[in-house]
């Protein structure tokens, strides 16, 4: 079983770079997240999708863009990069139907990030 | 979004059990209680959760308090691999789409 899967694992970028981190699921779950880690902290809510064509906000949206084209993908764009987007970078999908309270969320293995 | 405060550090010996607190003092009736663990260099991976009632799994337990106002995850025997940062968080049914991870708990199991 495939679950969740991002790619790369590893980038470095220059600043003002822009590039494209990948997260696919083969569990045809409705939702779709993004969270950054930056080292000793939790994690942090980017952007969220409820279904293809259908996208949100999270807590710290800014220099990030994405979009839901398919259900299975959800793409995450740094449109300029800056070395305060250095930071592990993890998507998550999960089911929705049964009850928008309940639903196990599953994580990738996450994609390092390091801006320079 | 309903916060929820968990101590930064916890330490247990293997084989022991393990009583993991979550104060969520101004949850509302609609929130779930959700924990999550995540080993080291891994993605969070899901535990357990609850609403009212104390549930169990495989992996643990969940106690609610009467008033909702807290919560334990407890580990019936950890083991090292218990070993990992574990995550409360509450998601609220009604705008259940989001799911926001606090600091959480640093566990350390000792052999």
């Known amino acids: 079983n495939a679950g969740v899967t991002q790619t790369p694992k590893f980038q470095v970028l220059k600043t003002g770079q822009s590039m494209t981190l990948q997260c696919a699921q083969d569990m045809n779950h409705e939702y779709m997240s993004w969270y950054r880690q930056d080292p000793g902290m939790g994690l942090r809510l980017i952007h969220y999708?409820?279904?293809?064509?259908?996208?949100d906000q999270g807590e710290v949206p800014n220099g990030y863009n994405v979009s839901r084209s398919t259900t299975e993908d959800f793409p995450l764009r740094l449109l300029s990069a800056a070395p305060s987007q250095t930071s592990v970078y993890f998507c998550a999908s999960r089911r929705l139907a049964g009850g928008r309270g309940t639903g196990e969320l599953f994580f990738g293995e996450g994609s390092r990030l390091t801006v320079l | 979004d309903a916060k929820t405060t968990q101590p930064n550090s916890m330490e247990s010996n293997e084989e022991e059990p393990v009583h993991l607190p979550c104060n969520h003092s101004t949850i509302s009736g609609t929130d779930y209680i959700h924990w999550y663990r995540q080993l080291p260099s891994q993605g969070p991976e899901y535990v357990i959760h609850g609403l009212t009632s104390n549930v169990n799994n495989r992996m643990a337990s969940l106690a609610i308090a009467e008033d909702r106002k807290s919560s334990t995850l407890i580990l019936h025997r950890a083991t090292l691999r218990d070993a990992a940062v574990y995550y409360c968080i509450l998601r609220d049914v009604k705008y259940g789409n989001k799911l926001v991870f606090g600091a959480g708990t640093i566990l350390r199991v000792k052999s």
């Open positions: 999708s409820v279904g293809a064509g259908i996208t």
